[in-house]
């Protein structure tokens, strides 16, 4: 029997894969097209999501692909300056397209041991006390594992995630509630040439964005833009692109002109609908990325949302697959990461307003604009939008605790350099502590740091600090929480 069968191989689907082979989990990614996509619609990842590829020996294949910008204007597009202080050694984003992220997930999760079917669409699921059952729609590709059933094959596993996009197949056969609100604005999105300097471009955008913020074209090279332009209404089916002339005429009705646009490489349209999942599990069924919430892409947070969850989620699947997960683990998933996804909901929902060309946002944006002068509100807003303000509730306790352990220089090296398998960590300044019956999960690292003013930290493996302090019964309190049982 597989022990995890992943629907989706976008980059939720395929970080959730790298995260449980880690440890050993025997992993099948389905994606129901047949080649990767050609065109990026997210471009870039966020301060907390270069932490994770930094926490598992990623970064150095991102960084060659990306450019790095502390820049200013992600809340909202209000141009302020990118915050001193942030609480990360990766003060930056990083700027790459989606194409190429998938494209670094796929060969790590392979080299891994993953295996990832392209042209299998999961049509039907089922489950009971010991798996799950997946059936395909005919002509999926055959495995090993599979039998007759229905109209296509049937797969068989221990637990199934669906990472299947904001359309969720997976979450609909549940059925999983997904409240929210429908799509109130429309937005064109496409790459194409034009026939216009790229100066005479930027002016006419610069003009254009006085009163309509959700305008602009971005130059790709060779001549290519990245153009966005409000759209005439709300499509019935989003899913059937714009064509050119749909955007042609959108373009004239903004800019006065179409600026000769011509040769696109892809068209599409996205709307602002919020919607959030009732519950991120269902029995051995559990929905991760935009199959769990969907959002308007305001601040560029919808693929970095859809890597954390997997992050959360990777190490507690693996943990139940193992056999050492102490109770509720699994259900602290949902726990987790659904407020987050919450706040996620309501911040782009702000933004949109804020986006809004009527006097009455605009006069709001007026007066956010001033508070973000404040210092202290920029770098809220921006650790907000890049996720590395996110805290858990772990109970009360030492500040730092529920918060991920940014990267801090140790004697012998860095912390990431040390998280690279995906295990539990104690970082061990007194040199006094252990984690006998634990090791097996836990690294016992003994090293001090300067950027460290507390004894002891254990981290969880993703990062997040789960226990504080120096008294080894106090840390034989806290282990068993997060790793479970004591080896015999």
Same mark, same amino acid.
């Given at each position: ?8 191989? =976008?980059?939720?689907? &395929? ?22 996509? +050609? ?42 300056p990118w915050p001193d202080r942030l609480d990360t050694a990766h003060s930056y984003v990083l700027a790459i397209p989606q194409v190429?992220? /998938? ?38 590709? #055959? ?15 221990? %637990? ?14 549940? =059925? ?48 290519? %833009? ?5 759209a005439e209404g709300v499509a019935e089916d989003r899913t059937v692109p714009p064509t050119l002339e749909e955007f042609k005429q ?27 999942? /009732?519950? %991120? ?50 259900? +602290? ?20 307003? &804020?986006? +809004?060309?009527?006097? =009455? ?27 590395? =303000? ?25 912390? %990431? ?33 300067? /950027? ?17 302090? /120096? ?5 034989? +309190?806290?282990? #068993? ?8």
């Amino acid at each position: 029997m597989i022990d995890v069968i992943i629907a989706g191989s =976008g980059p939720t689907g &395929l970080m959730l894969a790298c995260e449980l082979r880690l440890h050993g989990v025997h992993v099948l990614v389905l994606e129901k097209e047949t080649e990767p996509t +050609s065109h990026s619609r997210a471009q870039g990842l966020h301060a907390r999501s270069v932490e994770m590829m930094d926490q598992r020996g990623l970064l150095e294949r991102f960084l060659p692909l990306g450019q790095q910008f502390a820049v200013g204007g992600f809340f909202a597009g209000i141009d302020k300056p990118w915050p001193d202080r942030l609480d990360t050694a990766h003060s930056y984003v990083l700027a790459i397209p989606q194409v190429i992220t /998938e494209s670094l997930l796929t060969e790590h999760a392979t080299e891994l041991g993953a295996e990832i079917r392209r042209g299998c669409e999961l049509v039907g699921l089922s489950q009971d006390e010991h798996g799950v059952t997946v059936e395909l729609a005919s002509g999926g590709t #055959p495995a090993d594992e599979g039998v007759a059933g229905g109209g296509g094959r049937q797969l068989r596993s221990r %637990y199934l995630a669906g990472c299947d996009g904001g359309r969720s197949t997976v979450r609909r056969l549940l =059925g999983v509630g997904f409240p929210g609100e429908p799509s109130r604005v429309e937005t064109l999105l496409g790459e194409m040439e034009v026939a216009v300097p790229q100066e005479t471009l930027a002016a006419v955008v610069a003009e254009v964005r006085k009163t309509h913020l959700r305008f602009g074209a971005m130059p790709l090279g060779d001549g290519v %833009y990245r153009v966005i332009v409000p759209a005439e209404g709300v499509a019935e089916d989003r899913t059937v692109p714009p064509t050119l002339e749909e955007f042609k005429q959108r373009l004239r009705v903004f800019a006065g002109t179409d600026f000769g646009a011509h040769s696109p490489r892809w068209l599409s349209r996205f709307g602002d609908a919020t919607r959030l999942a /009732e519950r %991120y599990r269902t029995g051995r069924v559990l929905l991760a990325g935009d199959a769990a919430h969907i959002h308007p892409p305001t601040g560029g947070q919808g693929l970095n949302l859809g890597i954390q969850d997997a992050f959360n989620l990777g190490w507690k699947l693996a943990a139940e697959v193992g056999g050492w997960a102490p109770e509720g683990l699994l259900d +602290s998933y949902h726990t987790e990461r659904h407020p987050v996804a919450a706040d996620v909901l309501d911040n782009t929902r702000a933004q949109m307003l &804020l986006l +809004s060309p009527e006097p =009455g946002p605009r006069s709001v944006r007026r007066l956010v604009s001033e508070l973000m002068d404040f210092e202290e509100v920029n770098r809220y807003l921006i650790e907000k939008i890049t996720a590395i =303000g996110v805290r858990y509730d772990f109970g009360e306790g030492h500040e730092l605790l529920g918060r991920r352990m940014r990267d801090v220089g140790l004697k012998r090296g860095r912390l %990431y350099e040390l998280m690279h398998g995906g295990r539990g960590l104690l970082l061990d300044q007194t040199g006094r502590l252990s984690v006998a019956g634990w090791a097996d999960r836990v690294d016992h690292v003994v090293d001090v740091s300067e /950027e460290l003013d507390v004894p002891a930290v254990l981290l969880r493996p993703d990062g997040h600090v789960a226990w504080v302090g /120096e008294d080894q019964q106090d840390l034989l +309190s806290r282990l #068993p929480k997060w790793f479970g049982a004591a080896a015999g």
